[in-house]
């Protein structure tokens, strides 16, 4: 079974920047669509971009030009940049895949989850 693996989170001052990795392992699909999500406390889990097998991507309006989502293929890794860093930002932040498909922020579409790592925002 794919296994998704989160790194990177942390806590950083506002304005500050962060880049969250997601190692990919026990490939069982040839294509994936994958994608970023995140809970904050007593919220629900929200969409934050997305990447899909055709690798355009997706972003939620909340994080558009500050996060990028980009795959490096040869090391088997997703990753989220993210910069410009908002008090709203902080959550736990999820990795999450599914065979062939679009990039899309609809958590029901996904498979494969990682287990979270936490991102701080504080002043």
């Known amino acids: 079974q794919l296994q998704l693996m989160e790194s990177g989170g942390g806590s950083v001052q506002i304005g500050g920047s962060l880049r969250l990795s997601c190692e990919i392992s026990r490939y069982v699909y040839r294509s994936y669509f994958m994608g970023w999500f995140r809970q904050a406390p007593g919220k629900e889990r929200e969409g934050v971009a997305s990447i899909g097998s055709d690798s355009r991507t997706m972003y939620a309006d909340s994080v558009k030009g500050r996060f990028t989502i980009f795959k490096d293929n040869p090391k088997d890794t997703l990753y989220l940049e993210m910069n410009n860093l908002k008090p709203e930002d902080t959550a736990i932040y999820y990795c999450?895949?599914?065979?062939?498909?679009?990039?899309?922020?609809?958590?029901?579409?996904?498979?494969?989850w990682g287990q979270g790592t936490q991102v701080t925002v504080s002043s």
């Open positions: 999450a895949a599914n065979s062939w498909g679009p990039a899309t922020l609809r958590s029901t579409e996904y498979l494969h």
